[in-house]
């Protein structure tokens, strides 16, 4: 069966309006919804799979996205890998964070289905070598002396 037009507008409404009430639920504004379908679609106030929340929510207000891939988009088209790309995201397992905004709230719903998105306050924004830092592994020994004579 073929993908009528308004089928796909009503399924975009509905990921908009997932999202606003996503965004609702943490006192942020929303993105436009046209007024295509059913109202049903709309009353939904479930939170989309993807989207996860984290404890440290309570005590700071979420200013953050962390966006992360777990899906590969080779076999996808330009547009999404452009989308990728334009979010700052070239391999699978890679995060970043953006602050909230309609723009980036909106590239989130071109790649929903590949992207798993957090929302964070700034206390949790992590730059790529912090990032780095926290994956290192421990050591693993210590020096307690050297065979060396120390040098006045």
């Given at each position: 069966m073929p993908l009528t037009n308004i089928s796909f507008e009503m399924s975009?409404?509905?990921?908009?309006?997932q999202l606003n009430a996503y965004m609702r639920t943490f006192g942020r504004s929303t993105i436009g919804v046209r007024s295509i379908g059913s109202?049903?679609?709309?009353q939904n106030d479930t939170t989309?799979?993807?989207?996860?929340r984290n404890s440290y929510l309570d005590s700071e207000p979420a200013t953050h996205f962390k966006i992360t891939l777990r899906r590969s988009a080779i076999s996808l088209g330009d547009k999404i890998k452009a989308t990728l790309i334009s979010l700052g995201i070239h391999r699978?397992?890679?995060?970043v964070y953006y602050p909230?905004?309609?723009v980036v709230a909106g590239k989130?719903?071109?790649v929903k289905e590949?992207?798993?998105v957090e929302n964070v306050p700034t206390s949790a924004v992590?730059?790529?070598?912090?990032q780095r830092q926290e994956r290192k592994a421990v050591r693993g020994y210590q020096v307690v002396g050297t065979k060396r004579p120390s040098v006045l």
């Open positions: 975009l409404v509905s990921c908009r309006t109202t049903a679609s709309r989309p799979s993807n989207i996860t699978r397992h890679q995060t909230h905004s309609q989130i719903l071109r590949l992207v798993e992590r730059t790529s070598w912090e």
